[in-house]
Each structure stands twice: as C-alpha cells, then as structure tokens.
C-alpha cells in the first residue's frame, strides 16, 4: 500500500503535467464554448485524448524515448488547446470544416490576411508563454532534479505481458470511441477528413471543370452576332452596406448616378458565406441537391461551348496549397490573367485590373466573355482601397471597422462603375453583371465581423446583384420586364448558370428557365442553405 502511495507521489507531477492544457480548456473553455452540452463534450474528448497518449508513452521502455515522446505530447497537446481556444474565443465556435477549407485554400499571404485582424499581439505573447513555459518547467526543474522521472513508476510499467495487452486494448477502444463519437471534437481527425473531402473535391474538378469543355453539355442555340460580355465576381461584399440597397451611408456614389440604367435585384442571397463552397455551386451547375458531382459543368465552359472567347481576369492569388479551387474553375478560360502572383501580393488594388481589362476588351474579338475575380472588399478591410479612398473617418461616431469596411465598398463602387464605363465606350452590344461570392457581417445583427458559415447572418447571404447593359444590348432582352415584381424575386445564387446563359443566350440541354432570374418562366423555389435550413423560414 505504501508503494502504492509513493508511486502516485511520483505520479501527480508527471500527470499534472500532461494534463496541464486540459486544465486550461477546463477554465477558459468553460467562458468560451457557447453550449454546456458542447463543454462538456469537449471535455470528456480531450481528457480522454490526453490520456490515450499519456499511457501509450510507457508501452516504450527506454527513457530516452519516453521523454522524447512525453515533451512531444506537451507540444501538441498545447497547441491543440491554443488552436480550440483561438477559434473559440475568435468565433465563438469550434474549428470547422469550412473555417480549415479557408486555411487550405490560402497561401501564405492569404492567410496572414486572415488573420490579420484577429491576432492580437497579447494573444501570441500568452500562447509563446504557454508553451515554452510548460517545457522550460518540464526540462528545468522537473526532469533535471529527478521529479520527474519516467523511468520507475510500477503503476505504469506496461511494457511487459498482461498489463500491456490491457493498455493496448484500452488505447484502441478509447480511439474508436473518440473516431465515433468526439470526432468532431477533436482536431487531428477534422483535419484529416476535412482535407481528405477537399483533396477528393479538387481531383473531381481538375479531372472535369479545370477542362476547356465539358463533355456534360450540349449547345441547343446561341447567337453569332457581336458580343462583349463582363461578369464581376464581387468578394465580401454585402448589400447591408451598399447605397444602392438602402444603406444610410454614401458607398454607392458613382452606381447610384446611374441607378436608372441597372437592373438591382433585391433579394439574392449567396449559397454558402465562404468563398470557395459558395463559387463552386455560383460558377457550376452544382447546386444544393446536386453537390459536386463530375457533370456539374461551369459557366466557363457554357460559354465556351458556345463559341465565346474567355478570359478570366483575377485579383485573387492563383495558389493555395495546389490550387484554388476558384482558380481551378477559371482555368477553363482560354485566356488568363492572374495580377496578383506574389507572396506580398495583399495590397494590390481591384484598380489594376482595369488597364488589363481594357487591353481584353479592345481585342479584335467578335464573342467575348470576360470574367472578371476581384478582391473586393475581403478582411482586412482596410487593405483594399488606396489612401485617396478614406472617405468614412472615425470621427463619426462608427466603429473602426463598418468605417474600414464602408470604405472599401466605396471604392467597389468606384471599380464597377469603371468597369460599367469601359464597356459602354465600346458601343456594342454587351452587358456587365455584378454579384458577390458571399457578404460579411461588420457589426449589423451580432458583434462580429468577417463571415463564418457556423455563425452565418442574414449580411453574410445577403449580396449585391445587378445588371447592367448597353443600348446595342436592349434588343436582346425582350423578355426581361422591368417590373418591381422581377427585382423582388428570392433567388439564390445557386443557380446562377441558368440566369447567365439566359442573359448570354446561350440555349444549352440542361438549361432550366425557371431558374433563370430574368426569364418570365423564373419560379421561386426554396432557398436551402447549410444543412436544409429554410433561409426564408428560419
Ligand atoms: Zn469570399
């Protein structure tokens, strides 16, 4: 008995040790984690987790592997916890499938851009502490004075017969458990799946829609007559914020001079408030009940198929960890042009891609479909417009960050009225549609800002998108009505190839008018959005 008691002795520093970020997430969780039940969870996941390594250590007989693994444990188990903590005090959630799609999807840049707002110096000084603290305590004063000692506790001599065989069992229970029931709570294995999906996603894309044609598609009709069309894919930008939607500030001055002209639905929403999930279903035939599936042409390779010559002209950085999946998509484009291919690349202005657009559009070219990727107005807000374009100040009585994010909607607005203006010089028949891949929350219904599917807002759906067309268009578009009844229609982006080839008219075998915004056919249908949700209804 009194062995008994004297192996627990040497036991406590050693445990209190391991479970030493287990305690931490035990304090502070217990003000982060939104729901008890969720606390709990994570909890039980993590103790257990913590555990399950603890005890695989001693299955190792020498010492020198038992420390080497025992500080290694430290490291990941502290930074598991720093990362749980982050999202969780950041987000008020846990780390996500598609908060990781955003990780996998950035490059260095990107994500520096990420979390640029987010990382507070005080927040990284805490976390260096944390673990060079604990593993300063552990080399220092434990394992040099003979505290602690992985070498002679009987308790946790495992490595011989029956009490091995005990502990190997329990290890692989305890992993399944957590496989089968915490697998959510535990980071490791969400990276793993998460990365795994995208992995098997980006394949599928490369293999079908990186393709100039798809071979899903079959041209019904089109037309040969001169055509210049210019689609802008927006970026972050809700039409909360926008002039032209009702927004109480003037961030919509150079679109608003030319309301008459534009053609402003009112109630679109974005499939999805992440970048990546919502232009994969707005540029391909993928939608809610069809996700990701090898026919789900794009829009590319619609116009394609109908004899346009496309470019896809991008402010986004072409590379994530492979490549971005928005880049995979334009990649159908027979031409491409990336602005923003350096590392340091954060700070180039959507202005950019103007002369380049210019250069596209006088191009001796009698179909055109130009594609248009901006960097809008993504965190940090205040990196997306020049000096010139501080119009909202912090003198009037806002937070920092609606002034920041206001800015930057005011300088879109700048851009797409230029890229309106460019087009019109032309005096052709053609057309620029505007919309945005998602919107952003900038203290409007809940004190955050940024978006988050986990969290999603109605300002994270909510987007901007209009039409605008030239004179030479007009003709073409007898069966567009201008009535408000048209601008009320609920749509979601989703099904945005059939608005786009009505508007291009572009006859194909799986077009479906009554998904078509503009058609006199359009039928509202529900608009479903995370896992089946009614947006109009809950
Ligand atoms: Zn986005």
């Given at each position: 008995?009194?062995?008994?008691?004297?192996?627990?002795?040497?036991?406590?520093?050693?445990?209190g040790?391991?479970?030493?970020?287990?305690?931490?997430f035990?304090i502070?969780?217990?003000?982060?984690?939104?729901?008890?039940?969720?606390?709990?969870?994570?909890?039980?996941?993590?103790?257990?987790?913590?555990?399950?390594?603890?005890?695989?250590?001693?299955?190792?007989?020498?010492?020198?592997?038992?420390?080497?693994?025992?500080?290694?444990?430290?490291?990941?188990?502290?930074?598991?916890?720093?990362?749980?903590?982050?999202?969780?005090?950041?987000?008020?959630?846990?780390?996500?499938?598609?908060?990781?799609?955003?990780?996998?999807?950035?490059?260095?840049?990107?994500?520096?851009?990420?979390?640029y707002?987010?990382?507070?110096?005080?927040?990284?000084?805490?976390?260096?502490?944390?673990?060079?603290?604990?593993?300063f305590?552990?080399?220092?004063?434990?394992?040099?004075?003979?505290?602690?000692?992985?070498?002679?506790?009987?308790?946790?001599?495992?490595?011989?017969?029956?009490?091995?065989?005990?502990?190997?069992?329990?290890?692989?229970?305890?992993?399944?458990?957590?496989?089968?029931?915490?697998n959510?709570?535990?980071?490791?294995?969400?990276?793993?799946?998460?990365?795994?999906?995208?992995?098997?996603?980006?394949?599928?894309?490369?293999?079908?829609?990186?393709?100039?044609?798809?071979?899903?598609?079959?041209?019904?009709?089109?037309?040969?007559?001169?055509?210049?069309?210019?689609?802008?894919?927006?970026?972050?930008?809700?039409?909360?914020?926008?002039?032209?939607?009702?927004?109480a500030?003037?961030?919509?001055?150079?679109?608003?001079?030319?309301?008459?002209?534009?053609?402003?639905?009112?109630?679109?929403?974005?499939?999805?408030?992440?970048?990546?999930?919502?232009?994969?279903?707005?540029?391909?035939?993928?939608?809610?009940?069809?996700?990701?599936?090898?026919?789900?042409?794009?829009?590319?390779?619609?116009?394609?198929?109908?004899?346009?010559?496309?470019?896809?002209?991008?402010?986004?950085?072409p590379?994530?960890?492979?490549?971005?999946?928005p880049?995979?998509?334009?990649?159908?484009?027979?031409?491409?042009?990336?602005?923003?291919?350096?590392?340091?690349?954060?700070?180039?202005?959507?202005?950019?891609?103007?002369?380049?657009?210019?250069?596209?559009?006088?191009?001796?070219?009698t179909?055109?479909?130009?594609?248009?990727?901006?960097?809008?107005?993504?965190?940090?807000?205040?990196?997306?417009?020049p000096?010139?374009?501080?119009?909202f100040n912090?003198?009037?009585?806002?937070?920092?960050?609606?002034?920041?994010?206001?800015?930057?909607?005011?300088?879109?607005?700048f851009?797409?009225?230029?890229?309106?203006?460019k087009?019109?010089?032309?005096?052709?028949?053609?057309?620029?549609?505007?919309?945005s891949?998602?919107g952003?929350?900038?203290?409007?219904?809940?004190?955050?800002?940024?978006?988050?599917?986990?969290?999603?807002?109605?300002?994270?759906?909510?987007?901007?998108?209009?039409?605008?067309f030239?004179?030479?268009?007009?003709?073409?578009?007898?069966?567009?009505?201008e009535?408000?009844?048209?601008?009320?229609?609920?749509?979601?982006?989703?099904?945005?190839?059939?608005?786009?080839?009505?508007?291009?008219?572009?006859?194909?075998?799986?077009?479906?008018?009554?998904?078509s915004?503009f058609?006199?056919?359009?039928?509202?249908?529900?608009?479903?959005?995370?896992?089946?949700?009614?947006?109009?209804?809950?």
């Open positions: 008995m009194n062995l008994f008691f004297k192996d627990l002795k040497k036991l406590l520093p050693i445990g040790i391991v479970l030493y970020p287990f305690f931490v035990l502070f969780g217990f003000f982060y984690v939104p729901s008890t039940y969720g606390y709990l969870k994570e909890i039980v996941a993590f103790g257990l987790f913590s555990v399950i390594l603890f005890v695989t250590i001693f299955l190792f007989k020498p010492l020198k592997i038992r420390n080497f693994l025992f500080d290694f444990l430290i490291v990941l188990l502290s930074i598991l916890i720093i990362v749980k903590l982050f999202f969780y005090s950041t987000y008020e959630t846990k780390l996500s499938t598609s908060a990781l799609y955003v990780i996998f999807e950035s490059n260095k840049g990107e994500i520096s851009g990420y979390f707002d987010f990382i507070k110096t005080s927040k990284v000084l805490f976390v260096l502490m944390f673990l060079f603290g604990i593993l305590f552990v080399k220092k004063y434990l394992r040099d004075k003979g505290t602690l000692n992985l070498s002679d506790i009987p308790l946790l001599c495992f490595t011989n017969g029956i009490a091995k065989i005990f502990v190997l069992i329990f290890v692989v229970l305890s992993s399944m458990l957590i496989y089968k029931k915490f959510d709570e535990n980071i490791l294995i969400e990276i793993y799946n998460s990365y795994a999906e995208y992995v098997d996603l980006k394949t599928k894309l490369k293999n079908t829609l990186a393709k100039e044609k798809s071979d899903y598609i079959k041209l019904v009709s089109k037309l040969d007559v001169a055509q210049t069309y210019v689609v802008v894919i927006g970026e972050s930008t809700s039409s909360w914020h926008m002039q032209l939607y009702d927004y500030r003037e961030t919509n001055p150079l679109l608003s001079e030319i309301k008459d002209e534009l053609i402003i639905f009112k109630d679109v929403i974005a499939p999805h408030v992440h970048t990546i999930a919502s232009l994969e279903k707005i540029l391909t035939m993928s939608d809610y009940s069809n996700p990701n599936v090898k026919e789900n042409s794009s829009i590319i390779q619609i116009a394609n198929e109908a004899g346009f010559t496309t470019y896809w002209l991008s402010n986004q950085q590379i994530g960890i492979d490549e971005s999946i880049t995979l998509i334009g990649n159908a484009a027979q031409h491409k042009y990336f602005i923003n291919t350096d590392d340091y690349g954060d700070n180039v202005y959507d202005e950019k891609l103007l002369p380049q657009l210019q250069n596209i559009l006088n191009e001796d070219v179909k055109k479909m130009v594609f248009v990727h901006l960097m809008g107005t993504h965190t940090p807000y205040k990196r997306r417009y000096k010139e374009f501080q119009f912090n003198d009037s009585g806002f937070k920092l960050k609606v002034n920041e994010y206001d800015n930057a909607i005011r300088y879109n607005d851009v797409i009225r230029n890229i309106i203006e087009v019109r010089e032309l005096e052709t028949n053609s057309y620029v549609l505007y919309f891949d998602h952003d929350e900038v203290y409007d219904t809940m004190d955050f800002f940024g978006h988050n599917e986990y969290h999603a807002t109605k300002p994270m759906y909510e987007v901007p998108f209009i039409f605008w030239s004179k030479g268009y007009k003709k073409n578009i007898s069966h567009i009505k009535s408000d009844l048209l601008l009320e229609r609920k749509y979601n982006l989703e099904n945005f190839v059939h608005s786009f080839s009505d508007v291009s008219q572009i006859n194909f075998n799986r077009l479906d008018s009554t998904k915004i058609s006199n056919k359009f039928k509202e249908s529900k608009r479903l959005i995370k896992k089946g949700i009614d947006y109009d209804k809950d």
